[in-house]
């Protein structure tokens, strides 16, 4: 049982450099500084006064602002307190963000190391991530799970944490042995790091350290800079429009899209990497910024197409900067009605960190809105409501938002469009698609949750960039279940030209996913079948057993997939079957690029698509079943 902390209050702090200068000259025994006299030497010249900082955001009392003039030791206290709630705080209702002004933080000699926990966001506010420095290390270890906290180490349930936007120069001073060795993110689905750069030293993306099985389940970096990097025990890792120095291994599926230093493509298999020269649509998250002045915003990077490399290469993201006083910032218990009424009038969505309990529909009508979750935001059907929805427009920006079912059925958690037309209006534009990021769904864990599909794309022209879509194989007890928990379809993409790049979608009854719409394209897909069908009966349809994770509709012509994977792991009865992994039609125009199965301890999947590939089972658990290209 989680207990909740007590309420906080305070803790949104800002204090910009001019700021504390006038502070420091207000003090006891400041100087007097003599006004200059005009070119005569004889009247002084009138000064104007200096600017006002900007009044500080209130962000509410889970974000924590830190400027570079605080003290390392009350960061690092600060950073250690949120980290002590939340390490294991795994279905817990607490949410956090810890956002640094423009600045250095830490030193050689006293390093600002920390860990991040469930639930909570690290990110840079400056314009370009060289614009905050962390001399230090920010860390996610393997949790113990077993004999008081120190065996069956693994890192499969880190999920729900963000990094970004910040130089991070890695300092192990002070750390013991191997910790010393790396900075190590071991972490699963829901993480995102994003607009890192890694300096003076190794990332590694498992954690060598603790004792076994060391296994992690990831993951997803995008638009950042990295020397060498450990991919170690990861079954599966997407990488998008970033430069690495070297890359160590990949154990089942390593995809890397428009990323310099990837590794060569071609011999898949072995090694198991797929690589694209460049991602064929792309578009940055936003992000949070605070100007010279102390002013914020929220600058919205533009959509690519083609892209290779970092975005912040040469100079500040392409894209438009919103002024925060454009933006509704929402609280929980904020009213939907007052959300709505303030996005009727051309407002942009600022939630802040914590859980939303939704009851009608939020929803967004005009193009170019942006919502935006910090510190994972969460969004809660209440009465079977559908929490979020998108109109037929161009241009919206959906990112760092969480959609749980809850208790009652929804039709759907997430609708973006509804093909009803639209007054007359673009209903979209390939240059301007509208974009999901790091957007996360969840059915079942923290609480009962029920909805019938978790996301449905009807609008053409639409990116999903990096989702967990996941009806729950584990949570709280009595929230989890084949007939408790209850979610037909993860995603189901009508539009046509839908490009998915970082696609996770697990354990739902029926299809994973359902792709009606022509000239789809998804860049890595991963995929757990549901572990808790009772028996055969129950999972299975049409003469076929059990469910695939992904099917391309029958009267599809064109649709593309590089790098996905499709494992089974049926533990409440092993002997189900799953005729194949992956289905599609059977034409030319309906490709798909280096996919696998694998058997996780539990149950078989007899195909890879349709009926090619070799079977899975606990004869060969953990060994893939490959194949290269279908058809």
């Known amino acids: 049982m989680t207990i909740p902390h007590p309420p906080r209050t305070g803790r949104t702090r800002l204090a910009a450099a001019l700021g504390v200068t006038l502070l420091l000259a207000a003090g006891t025994g400041a100087s007097a500084i003599a006004a200059p006299l005009d070119p005569a030497g004889t009247t002084p010249v009138a000064q104007k006064a200096p600017p006002t900082p900007a009044p500080t955001p209130d962000f509410g009392p889970n974000v924590t602002v830190f400027d570079p003039s605080m003290p390392v030791s009350e960061i690092q206290a600060t950073v250690d307190a949120v980290n002590a709630r939340q390490i294991d705080n795994e279905m817990g209702t607490e949410r956090e963000a810890l956002l640094f002004l423009p600045g250095t933080y830490g030193t050689d000699a006293q390093p600002l190391q920390f860990r991040v926990g469930y639930y909570t966001e690290v990110a840079g506010l400056g314009a370009s991530p060289s614009d905050v420095t962390i001399n230090g290390k ?197 009213s939907v009605q007052a959300i709505n009424t303030a996005l009727a009038r051309g407002k942009h969505l600022l939630l802040t960190p914590g859980v939303y309990d939704i009851a009608q529909t939020i929803a967004v009508k005009r193009a170019d809105t942006v919502v935006l979750g910090l510190g994972h935001a969460t969004l809660t059907a209440v009465d079977g409501a559908t929490p979020l929805r998108v109109a037929d427009v161009p241009g919206v920006v959906i990112a760092g938002v969480t959609i749980d079912g809850g208790t009652v059925n929804s039709p759907v958690l997430l609708q973006v469009g509804t093909r009803n037309g639209n007054n007359g209006a673009p209903h979209s534009d390939p240059q301007n698609p509208t974009t999901l990021s790091d957007v996360y769904f969840r059915i079942g864990g923290p609480h009962v949750g029920k909805a019938d599909v978790s996301l449905e794309v009807n609008s053409d022209n639409v990116l999903i960039d990096h989702t967990w879509v996941w009806r729950a194989d584990h949570g709280i007890a009595g929230s989890f279940g084949w007939d408790v928990s209850t979610g037909r379809n993860g995603v189901i993409v009508n539009g046509d030209n839908v490009t998915a790049t970082g696609l996770f979608v697990e354990h739902y009854q029926e299809y994973n996913v359902i792709w009606n719409g022509e000239n789809g394209r998804t860049v890595f897909f991963q995929n757990e079948l549901p572990y808790d069908p009772p028996n055969q009966a129950a999972w299975q349809h049409d003469g076929v057993l059990g469910w695939a994770g992904y099917k391309v509709a029958d009267d599809v012509k064109h649709h593309t997939l590089w790098g996905g994977g499709s494992y089974i792991f049926t533990n409440v009865d092993p002997t189900i079957h799953a005729s194949h992994g992956f289905e599609v039609p059977e034409t030319p125009g309906v490709v798909l690029n280096h996919v696998l199965t694998v058997n996780l301890g539990a149950g078989t999947i007899d195909h890879v698509v349709n009926d090619a590939g070799a079977p899975v089972s606990n004869a060969n658990t953990g060994t893939p079943s490959y194949l290269v290209r279908y058809p």
Request: a neutral charge; charged letters at 15%.
């Open 138 to 334: 920010i860390e996610v270890y393997n949790r113990c799970l077993d004999d008081n906290g120190t065996t069956n180490c693994i890192a499969l349930n880190n999920f729900w944490r963000t990094l970004s936007n910040l130089t991070l120069k890695v300092n192990g001073a002070g750390q013991d042995g191997c910790r010393a060795t790396a900075n190590f993110w071991a972490v699963s689905q829901a993480v995102s790091l994003r607009r890192v750069n890694v300096t003076g030293g190794t990332l590694s993306l498992m954690d060598y350290c603790t004792a076994g099985p060391q296994f992690a389940s990831g993951g997803y970096l995008a638009d950042s800079r990295a020397g060498t990097i450990v991919n170690g025990s990861q079954q599966q890792w997407f990488t998008r429009n970033s430069e690495i120095g070297s890359w160590s291994n990949g154990v089942w599926n390593a995809v890397f899209s428009g990323t310099e230093g990837a590794p060569a493509d071609g011999t898949f298999p072995d090694p198991p990497y797929t690589t694209l020269n460049q991602t064929p649509v792309s578009r940055e998250k936003p992000y949070l910024v605070a100007d010279p002045s102390g002013a914020y915003g929220v600058r919205v990077p533009a959509a690519q197409s083609n892209s290779r490399g970092i975005s912040w290469g040469d100079g500040t993201t392409a894209g438009r900067t919103i002024p925060l006083s454009e933006f509704f910032v929402a609280r929980p218990g904020d």
